[in-house]
């Protein structure tokens, strides 16, 4: 899908499972996390850099890159998010992914992002499972990679973000020592993963 179809059913959560953003023209792949400047990307950056919303192909010989978040700083935005979808509270949401539910439906998306409660919390580690990824890029300290395509990609993300990326109005999101023992057990891969991946 060309970047402006993309736009029009960016809502449709059908749109992103198994797919990601590709240019053919400079044969790199990078993988949309929700949360993690999706809409920036498809909004400034897709048509911008030439890359259409495409179905996985495992055999792809395109470089992968990724924009990824320390999860303490991108679990604000989660939890922002999902209080204003589902009309609730910290508390609420913690209760539910570090409890999830067992039954059959519940399980298919227990196994697909990591608990039941919404989408939105998914970890970042899901998103990956299935990608090649050359390139870990720390979207809250954007750093040339020495490759001329994802660092004008980089060059478009810091002029449309002012180089301060999203989601600053979550400071006032408060959670005390509870509720991070429960983020670090829930999101402990990604964790894992930001601090492999970014040095």
């Not at 919303?53 to 470089?63: C, P």
Request: charged fraction near 35%; avoid cysteine; aromatic fraction near 12%.
């Amino acid at each position: 899908m060309f970047p402006e179809q993309v736009q029009k059913l960016q809502g449709s959560y059908d749109i992103w499972k198994n797919h990601y953003w590709v240019s053919n023209a400079h044969q790199k792949f990078n993988i949309p996390i929700w949360r993690n400047a999706t809409t920036t990307f498809t909004h400034s950056i897709a048509k911008k850099h030439d890359y259409k919303l495409e179905g996985l192909r495992k055999d792809t010989m395109h470089e992968g890159y990724v924009f990824i978040r320390d999860p303490r700083l991108r679990i604000k935005g989660q939890l922002d998010l999902v209080m204003r979808h589902k009309d609730t509270d910290i508390k609420t949401i913690l209760e539910r992914i570090e409890n999830p539910r067992t039954d059959e439906k519940s399980k298919q998306h227990l196994d697909y992002y990591g608990h039941d409660y919404d989408v939105h919390l998914r970890t970042q580690s899901s998103f990956l499972t299935d990608f090649n990824i050359k390139y870990y890029l720390d979207l809250d300290n954007l750093k040339y990679t020495g490759d001329k395509h994802i660092d004008s990609v980089i060059d478009t993300m810091k002029s449309v973000t002012d180089g301060v990326v999203l989601n600053k109005k979550n400071e006032d999101i408060q959670l005390d020592k509870k509720d991070w023992q429960i983020i670090e057990k829930v999101y402990e891969e990604d964790y894992v993963l930001f601090k492999e991946k970014i040095k």
